[in-house]
């Protein structure tokens, strides 16, 4: 995401005094080249990171050779926060779940690093940095001590787990809390027929009027939608009443928490998106602790005065509604950063043209980030996108996958992209054999 040498489109990047980051980046290849595998990395990091080792991997080591199955697998972020640079990772074996080495740097001018911390579980050694007064140093050593051979648990992972007054105490201790939090609420990870977030900006009666003007832009035959009451029994339908009940005692002790800690209730209470197949709902729990209530929305065709569940909605159009949340994103100024796997899924070639022009359009006014894979060919258009904003991930003969800049081509602007990637100029496309070829009509 750090941007190259392309001097058009300065809007797609974020600049600052060190280096240049790029909003956009669109992943191109082959079905198994490996762009799904790159954003399950992810993925895999980030649960490793919040949570701790899942306990399915034994098996999802790099099977290509059997002698990667006792070699370590290494994840790193570099990561903007504020105004300071980082650099947080791990090795792993991951046939045996064990973590070997954790690193953590801050990312100084002409790439100079200095360590907050390194830990080598293996030699059962872990060292801090410079930065840390007498007082702080001892803290981290005391917990460090307390995991000096634990293997399954990354120690930034265990400096937050309950320690929310040790970083009121200690400030210099706050990039371990910072970075965790990237993790925890910056980066969000999805996969098709999956919702975007956890909570949806257009299930805001507040919103109506503007979700309206954007999904009637959209060409999805939708005139308008509107948010409706539903009662809390509709719910049982579709999830357990355990779960039910969990999650509103979950909402309903988040806020009795707030009221103690700050002496003021929330703004307007606590919700919670609930999905279910093709169908979503707002379960809501106010400030006052009231009987909770469920929302739903429902949408207008041509018909005026026929209203549709979004279940009764094409696949298209409930896609588009999950991305609608990039949308608002852009325009609230937000800073997440978006990871899409197959953003055109169920989607019109055009739709997801417009649907990137519309984000790149928008988000000059936010440092947020979208990352995504695709097969949709239509994109690859330099009026739309920088060079440094193409990417294409091939895999060789021995079944491993390599990232790489369309930047590195130095294209022309008036090259025809799109037919040269399908030529297979930059590689990334299906070699079909025998079996399957290709017919292609003379005229």
Partial sequence: MIGGKVRSKAGHLEKGEKINILKFASIFGANASGKSNLIASMEFSQKVILNDIPIDMFNKYCRINDENRVKPSSFEFEIKIGKKYYAYGFDIIVSERSIVEEWFYEIGPNSTESEIFVRDIRKKEIRF??????????????????????????????????????????????????VYRWFDEVLVINHPNKPISR????????????????????????????????????????????????????????????????????????????????????????????????????????????WFELYEESDGTRRMLDLIELIYATSSGSKKVYVIDEIDRSLHPQLTYRFIESYLNLVDKGELQLIVTTHEAHILDLNLLRRDEIWFIDKNHFGESSLYSLEQYSERFDKKIDKAYLDGRYGGVPLFDEIFPMRVEVE
């Fill in 199 to 306: 909570f949806s900006y257009f299930m805001d009666e507040k919103r109506m009027d503007e979700t309206n003007k954007i999904i009637s832009s959209l060409g999805l035959g939708i005139r308008r939608c509107q948010i409706v009451e539903e009662n809390v029994d509709e719910l049982k339908k579709y999830f357990p009443q355990r779960f039910i009940e969990h999650v509103i005692k979950d909402m309903e002790t988040k806020i009795f928490s707030e009221k103690n800690k700050n002496d003021k209730t929330p703004r307007a209470g606590v919700g919670v998106m609930l999905r279910e197949g093709h169908n979503f709902f707002l379960l809501k729990v106010d400030s006052h602790l009231n009987k909770p209530t469920v929302q739903k929305i429902q949408f207008e065709h041509e018909n005026e005065g026929i």
């Fill in 129 to 178: 940095g410079k930065s840390f007064d007498e007082r702080s140093h001892f803290t981290l050593q005391t917990y460090a001590d307390s995991m000096e051979s634990n293997d399954t648990l990354l120690f930034l992972t265990e400096m937050n787990r309950n320690k929310e007054d040790l970083y009121v105490k200690m400030p210099s201790l706050l990039p371990l809390k910072e």
